[in-house]
């Protein structure tokens, strides 16, 4: 009975111990050194296939539009599919048009007319 007693109290100090020592270390920080975060999925929740680059962006360029008049609008912002709500780097899309994209960064909207190719 003490033999068993002994047991459980060790068993017990070794289980405080360990779940002491893990609670202690504080969040985790994910280090991407340059490569893509696998904690960040790459497909949404509705389908689409998501950019895995986070890189700085320089110039917003839309490149196509699938309008709906009910409110299911996607459109191609820098090769990505996006729809209201999403985000492409630090800007929010707000709402797609028919011939545009209103975008948001900081509070002030943007709007992205669709690109064009020039014939020659």
């Not at 280090?31 to 890189?55: I, Q, T, Y």
């Not at 599919?81 to 797609?96: A, C, F, Q, T």
């Amino acid at each position: 009975m003490l033999r068993n007693r002994a047991l459980f109290a060790i068993l017990l100090y070794w289980v405080a111990v360990s779940c002491g020592v893990s609670f202690a270390q504080g969040p985790f920080v994910y280090d991407a050194a340059g490569r893509r975060d696998p904690f960040v999925p790459l497909v949404s929740a509705d389908g689409r296939l998501l950019s895995p680059n986070k890189e700085t962006l320089q110039e917003l360029q839309v490149n196509g539009i699938i309008y709906d008049g009910q409110g299911s609008s996607y459109a191609i912002v820098n090769s990505t599919v996006v729809k209201s709500g999403d985000m492409i780097g630090e800007y929010k899309v707000l709402r797609i048009e028919e011939g545009k994209v209103v975008f948001d960064k900081g509070g002030q909207p943007l709007e992205v007319e669709i690109h064009q190719e020039e014939a020659e």
